[in-house]
């Protein structure tokens, strides 16, 4: 894919695979990691200036990890669709990711998750463009001391 090309929900996997909630999806990978033994610390949706994103917070093997998954805005703008795929295709990455850990271990299967001491995953610090697909709320790690107060027009969900 070209840098310039827009990517839309719509062009992906998972489009309208599934008429489960995005939360039936997320829990579905919330279980996953918990099966292999992790800890989930939190989750978290949140939309601002129309792109919204979900994060799951974990700890395994006694590090840290946090997975940003962007909902890709849809061509004909049905969010609500782009949420499920979203979700739908977090826990398959999840899933995946858990049978992987039990050939080549946590960090090996996670590592573009694993949060590094400045806040930042290594998602993150190693490629940078990837965070501007994700509301500003999520660049740089909710696992810092405070959040900022949110804008005005931002929605957050933290269970």
Known sequence: MNANDKLYAEDVNYWKSSTSSPDTWIDKAKTEIKRVGGKVTGELVGSVDGKTAFMLMFELDSERYEIKWPVLQSKTGNERAAKIQAATALYHD?????????????????????LL?????VNEASTPQLSEQLPD??????SRPALP?????VTVEVE
Do not use: E, Q, W
């Open 94 to 114: 999840v899933k995946a990711r858990c049978v992987a850990r039990k050939f080549l271990g946590s960090r090996a299967a996670f590592m573009p998750f694993l």
């Open 137 to 142: 709320m999520f660049r740089g790690g909710l």
């Open 149 to 153: 107060a949110p804008a005005s027009g």
């Open 117 to 121: 001491p400045n806040g930042v995953t």
